[in-house]
């Protein structure tokens, strides 16, 4: 038997994270968060003083990781750093880190290994296009870069972190440029995709309508 596996991707702020979580737990499925493994290397990569264009360094440094996830938490040799990947900071390491193909490489067996009875939801860049390409279903969430912009300045507001609007929409745009343009596994919808545009669709609109999709499909 195969397990299945659902993909969701899309570009920064554009809620896949909320929906794989939301679908992983409707599903009683696994999920895979794979940003949170860039951020992770991204991470690690900074602390260790790797330098970031460094491919190579970056591969080996990414083949010898300690990391793992327990339940929603992400462990790098088992200290919980967690909090310390959702910054800016770790983020832009984190699609810098990703453009090289040594990492990418390491990243690809991690990520399958991920896949256990009796499913798994993974959220990404390239899931449904390169690491889950035969996926049966698979789902490419976008919104206009104000709305995702806006969408991420009220999650810091939320948690109390100071944020400031003009300078979270450049760095999100610089980073979906990265994603889009990089040569390796770029940010695309896969043809087979169901692709929704959330501009306007609250949380629960877009899970209602991805919820229907797979009671269509399972
Ligand atoms: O999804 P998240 O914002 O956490 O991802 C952080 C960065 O990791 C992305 O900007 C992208 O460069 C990289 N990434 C990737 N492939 C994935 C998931 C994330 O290249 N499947």
């Known amino acids: 038997v195969i397990t299945p596996v659902i993909t969701i991707d899309g570009p920064s702020g554009c809620g896949k994270g ?12 696994h999920l895979l968060d794979s940003g949170a493994l860039y951020r992770g290397l991204g991470h690690a990569a900074m602390a260790a003083g790797v330098d970031l264009d460094d491919g190579e360094a970056l591969g080996q440094l990414a083949g010898r990781l300690d990391l793992r996830f327990a339940g929603q938490r992400l462990l790098l040799e088992g200290d919980d750093i967690s909090s310390a990947i959702r910054t800016e900071t770790a983020a832009a390491a984190a699609s810098r880190v990703a453009r090289h ?12 290994n991920a896949v256990r009875p009796p499913g798994l939801v993974a959220d990404g860049r390239d899931m449904g296009t390169v690491v889950f390409a035969s996926a049966p279903l698979k789902f490419y969430l976008d919104a206009s870069l104000k709305e995702r912009a806006n969408r991420r300045y009220k999650q810091l507001n939320d948690k109390g972190v100071d944020a400031n609007l003009v300078d979270l929409t450049d760095d999100l745009r610089e980073r979906d440029q990265r994603d889009q343009q990089r040569a390796l596994s770029p940010l695309v919808a896969a043809d087979d995709a169901v692709v929704m545009d959330t501009t306007r669709m609250s949380i629960d ?14």
């Open 101 to 112: 193909a040594p990492v990418r490489a390491a990243m690809l067996d991690w990520q399958r």
């Open 205 to 218: 609109a877009v899970f209602n309508s991805v919820m229907d999709a797979v009671r269509r499909s399972l």
């Open 18 to 29: 909320t929906i794989a979580a939301k679908l992983a737990e409707r599903l009683g499925w």
